[in-house]
């Protein structure tokens, strides 16, 4: 793959916690400006890659050893994953870890005494910020049914608490730069840097894993829209974060995203090579006024013109 891309993913959250704090509370800054961070969009994206078969390295798993359950280290999981220990020769380290779509969509950092390196992602994914101005933070008690174990003398059962946002609309710029592993095809051999392969799986997960991924904090948190701007290939032209040029509105209860601004700006670059559009019209509406440039609209979850 050898052109750019940018663009841009949202997520709906009703009556759910897309990213919590350690307190429980959304993520939000100093300011109080709730946001995402992009290891909240990253998990149920490898998530799904998992469940179709990749091979996902930094996800969570387990080892039994004499009864006793704990995580996988590092290196155990990548011993798990190739049936090799890692190897002195960081060639054939490096050439595993472009093995896992992950690791080839968003980097690495290997921290291993043998091999110690860090691979800058082909895919960078930044700060989710809510769009929605009227977000309210809910806080529902939830009764258990036992009682405290630590505490002999309590007969009554514990109390605990479950926090939602009751609604918001995260926005995720993102940018897709094959050239950030040139240099990784001189010393792997037989490596071809980022593959067209691996950016429609990350296109594909960029349009459903939230929806799929309904844990019980996340039930409510969907795939809204998703946008991608391809660039020409080989081009150079440099674009800021795409979440600078939308505007999300509400009106008589109708979720809206007006995307004339970043049409506008977009008409202006020669290098454009094509623009694809996924949104869900059962959560929002997209508005552009501009008619400044042609682009493709398709259904987020069936992939068919809108």
């Known amino acids: ?31 109080g400006d709730i946001y995402g961070s992009d290891k909240a969009l990253k998990y149920p994206m490898k998530v799904q890659w998992e469940s179709e078969g990749e091979k996902v390295l930094y996800l969570k798993s387990y080892k039994s050893t004499k009864g006793t359950v704990s995580p996988r280290s590092l290196s155990e999981r990548y011993e798990y994953l190739f049936n090799e220990k890692v190897s002195k020769d960081n060639t054939v380290v490096l050439k595993n ?36 101005n009227d977000t309210r933070v809910e ?69 459903i894993s939230a929806s799929a991924f309904a844990t019980n904090s996340k039930f409510g948190c969907d795939n809204e829209y998703a946008i991608f701007v391809e660039m020409k290939e080989y081009a150079n032209t440099v674009l800021p974060a795409l979440n600078n040029f939308v505007d999300f509105t509400k009106e ?3 979720n809206r995203l007006n995307l004339t601004r970043l049409m506008t700006f977009l008409s202006e670059l020669e290098e ?20 400044s440039l042609k682009y493709t609209t398709r259904h987020i979850v069936t992939g068919k013109d809108v």
């Open 139 to 207: 806080v529902q008690d939830i009764l258990s049914p036992f009682r405290n174990s630590k505490n002999e003398d309590d007969k009554n059962a514990t109390l605990g608490t479950k926090i939602t946002s009751d609604e918001a609309h995260y926005c995720y710029p993102f940018t897709v730069n094959p050239n950030n592993y040139n240099n990784y095809k001189e010393i792997i051999e037989g490596f071809e840097g980022y593959t067209q392969s691996a950016y429609e799986k990350f296109k594909a997960a960029a349009r």
């Open 97 to 132: 870890l472009f093995e896992c779509l992950d690791v080839m969509n968003f980097g690495a950092t290997f921290a291993e005494e043998k091999s110690n390196f860090s691979i800058t992602g082909a895919v960078q994914i930044g700060q989710g910020f809510n769009l929605y």
């Open 1 to 31: 793959m050898n052109r750019r891309v940018y663009g841009l993913i949202g997520i709906s959250s009703l009556m759910a916690n897309w990213n919590a704090d350690f307190t429980g509370r959304p993520k939000s800054t100093s300011k």
């Open 272 to 291: 454009v090579s094509n623009v694809e559009v996924y949104f869900n019209p059962a959560l929002v509406s997209i508005d552009d006024n501009s008619l």
């Open 252 to 254: 008589d209860g109708q």
